[in-house]
Structures are given as structure tokens and as C-alpha cells.
């Protein structure tokens, strides 16, 4: 077996660890095919099944198409599916021209050799707001450029904080957030929901916390790390969070403050059209790291990427395509249609003017970063896995945080 081979089988494996959080995408399939004879034609993949061919997705690939002078065949994957396909698309030499695809993925098809660097291929990414661009680098190379971005933030409801006698602007970092928590318990309402699950949406989740705190992935048992996950059992300890988080996605978790008890409710920009529809003023307020300001939050969304071709003449019509779907203009009428924040501050800045509401979301993507960022890569994955097992452990009281920690830094060793 080539050593190109083994990379991509070993990268197949990894994928399928990596469980994709970003905007919920209904199940749905496209015919991928094999690429057409016709030179003409260009694969596009995405992780949009739910676009159908009538849709603005699908008619903005077809203008980029038009412009560049050639046809578009568009598959729209579902997005835990996509990465294995593109894995074996590679080995099979049939790699689209076009992959749309989530930003943790890929550092994986990087490693395996899918992926041209955009030295390679010419994007221009001068204008992406670097820390979302670092979720698309690994060993000091560049696999494509963000389409858009979300992040995680907390909502409030408004009405339940006057209740409690709470003024957000008092809530700025862990100590003051807790005494809101106090104040909301004692007045009979909730506190706080997240999504605490087994998973990678609960890593998603934890993340702003662990960062908040100080901590690094690549040290899962440090004292930061440790004081993150207390202050979630903490919560748990006292009644300002509830025993559901153990269980609760971040669709459950949103059900719970939808229904207009709780206080806070961690979340992300994919909620904005739930939010409206609620029936309460509510307000947003990116996550507060322990001593104040704001902490980072993970990077939903994704990448433009080219995958390697056998032919190499495709790839300056591939650029074409992709410059054209990450111009100014047509980022902020995609990112519109996905609920996502723009990756550069010239397009944000157009999405503020025209929904003011968006402000609290364009200022959290600023200070988020990517879960694959530290040249993490691959490693990812596994660290990931230890994490959500960890803060289970914690949050059920199966472990202390610091020994549930401890476990987590000797597995991922």
C-alpha cells in the first residue's frame, strides 16, 4: 500500500470521530457520480442537503459557474457523511473540484493529502479575519478560506432577569454571572441550560468555559481546566443548572429556554430565527471569561476548499469559482441565508448596518477560535472525546472535575 493510501485510510478513521457541530442540517442526498467527461463541468460538494435546485445556494453556484464559463454539477451531503465521501473520492482519484465542508474536518483531509494549499491554488485570503482562517491551517499551510462562521454566545430572557432584580450589565465575568444565578433561583425561575451531552456538542459546549478559564487542549488536567468544570458542577451542585444538560443537544437545551422559564441559555448564531419566534425579549451576551471580558468560543462553519486533482489545468477555474463564492457580495448574501457571521470585517460590517441584532454575534466571532487551531490537526479528535467524557464523569458525580481531568490528559497520552 502507497504511503498516500495509508494516510487517507487512517484519515477515514479519524473522520468518523469527528461529529460535526454547526447549523442543523435536514437529511437529504444528491447523486454524486463520477466527474463528467465534459471538461466543462465542474463537482461541487457541500454539506447542504437541504438546498434543493431552486434554492439561492444552488442558483448563486450556478451564476459562479456562468461567470467562469462552465457548468456546475452540485451535491449536497449530509455533513457527517461528507468527509468519508471526500476520503474516498481521493483514493478513487474522483475528488470534486469544489469541497464545501466543515472547518475541524479540515485539518483531516489536509494530513491525508486531499486538500491543495492555497499557495498551491491562489485563494486570497488577505482580507479573512485570522483567527477563523487558523481553523482552515495546519503546519503553517493554508487549506482554503472560511464561507462564514458561528459561534457560541449566551441568550437571556429579558423578563426573567427583571424579575430577579438583575441588571446584565452587571454580568461580566464567572463570579457575577453565578450571583445572577442566585438571584434567578431565589426569585423561582431558572438559571442556566447547555448542552452537556456525550458527544462533540458537548465539547462544543464546555470550550468557552475551559478557554474562559485559561486552559489549553493540549493540557486537559490543568488548574484552568479544573476550574472550568467545576463552576458547570458547581451550577449543577446548587439547582442553577439542570441534571437534563447531561442528556441535552443544543436543539433540547434551546427547547428548554424557548420555553421561557430559564434565565440563560448557551447557544448559537443558528438560533437567531428560534430566538425571534420565542415570544420574549431576550438579549445575547458573548460568554464571560473568569476574570471579565469575553472568552473564546469555538468556530462553527466552513471552508471553501480544492481538493488535489490529477489534472491540474481545473485548478484555475476551481479558483475562479471559489473567489467568486467568497466575494464581498456574495458572502453576505450566503452568510444571511445560513445564520452565519461573515469571516471578514468588511462584509460583518454590512450584516450590523443591515440587523443590528447581529452586533453580539459579529463581537463573539472576533474572539473565537478554532477547535483544530494550536496545530492540533488530527489530534483533535481524541482530545475531544476525553473532554466530553470528563465533564459526564464530573457532572454526574461519577469523578471529581479534578480526577475526571486527570483521566482525560493520561488517555489522550
Given at each position: ?228 468544570l467545576s463552576l458547570w458542577k458547581g451550577w449543577l451542585d446548587k439547582g442553577y443548572a439542570p441534571n ?154 461519577s469523578k471529581s472535575p479534578k480526577d475526571a481531568l486527570t483521566s482525560a490528559q493520561a488517555a489522550v497520552?
Amino acid at each position: 500500500m502507497h504511503s498516500s493510501s495509508r494516510r487517507l485510510l487512517a484519515a477515514m478513521a479519524v473522520s468518523t470521530a469527528v461529529a460535526l457541530v454547526g447549523t442543523a442540517c435536514s437529511s437529504g442526498s444528491g447523486n454524486s457520480g463520477a466527474k463528467g467527461a465534459d471538461s466543462g463541468t465542474y463537482t461541487v460538494w457541500d454539506p447542504y442537503p437541504q438546498f434543493t435546485k431552486d434554492s439561492a445556494w444552488t442558483k448563486l453556484l450556478d451564476d459562479c459557474g456562468t461567470e467562469a464559463g462552465v457548468k456546475i454539477k452540485r451535491t449536497g451531503y449530509d455533513t457527517s457523511d461528507l468527509a468519508n465521501k471526500t476520503l474516498l473520492a481521493a483514493q478513487q482519484g474522483n475528488s470534486p473540484d469544489i469541497l464545501v465542508v466543515d472547518n475541524p474536518v479540515v485539518s483531516t483531509l489536509a494530513e491525508a493529502g486531499v486538500l491543495t494549499t492555497t499557495d498551491d491554488n491562489k485563494l486570497d485570503t488577505s482580507k479573512v479575519d485570522p483567527n477563523l482562517l487558523a481553523a482552515g491551517q495546519s503546519d503553517g499551510k493554508t487549506y482554503g478560506t472560511p464561507i462564514g462562521a458561528n459561534t457560541l454566545a449566551l441568550y437571556y430572557n429579558k423578563s426573567v432577569l427583571k424579575e430577579a432584580g438583575v441588571d446584565i450589565a452587571s454580568v461580566k465575568d464567572w463570579p457575577s454571572l453565578t450571583a445572577a444565578l442566585e438571584k434567578v433561583k431565589k426569585a423561582g425561575k431558572k438559571g442556566i441550560t447547555f448542552s452537556a451531552i456525550g458527544t462533540e456538542e458537548g465539547s462544543f459546549q464546555f470550550l468557552p468555559w475551559f478557554w474562559g478559564a485559561g486552559a489549553e487542549l493540549t493540557r486537559l488536567d490543568s488548574e484552568q481546566a479544573v476550574s472550568a468544570l467545576s463552576l458547570w458542577k458547581g451550577w449543577l451542585d446548587k439547582g442553577y443548572a439542570p441534571n437534563s444538560v447531561l442528556n441535552n443537544t443544543q436543539t433540547t437545551s434551546w427547547q428548554e429556554f424557548a420555553g421561557g422559564d430559564y434565565a440563560f441559555a448557551e447557544n448559537g448564531t443558528w438560533q437567531l430565527a428560534n430566538a425571534e419566534k420565542a415570544g420574549f425579549d431576550y438579549g445575547v451576551l458573548p460568554v464571560p471569561a473568569v476574570s471579565g471580558g469575553s472568552a473564546a468560543a469555538p468556530t462553527g462553519g466552513e471552508f471553501v476548499t480544492l481538493p488535489v486533482q490529477d489534472d491540474t489545468g481545473r485548478y484555475t477555474t476551481s479558483q475562479k469559482l471559489a473567489a467568486c463564492l467568497t466575494s464581498t457580495q456574495n458572502l453576505y448574501d450566503t452568510d444571511t441565508t445560513l445564520s452565519y457571521v461573515a469571516p471578514t470585517t468588511e462584509v460583518q460590517d454590512k450584516q450590523v448596518a443591515a440587523n443590528a441584532a447581529l452586533k453580539p454575534w459579529v463581537d463573539a466571532v472576533k474572539q473565537a477560535k478554532g477547535r483544530t487551531s494550536d496545530n492540533l490537526g488530527t489530534k483533535y479528535p481524541k482530545i475531544s472525546e476525553q473532554l466530553w467524557k470528563a465533564v459526564q464523569s464530573a457532572l454526574s458525580g461519577s469523578k471529581s472535575p479534578k480526577d475526571a481531568l486527570t483521566s482525560a490528559q493520561a488517555a489522550v497520552k
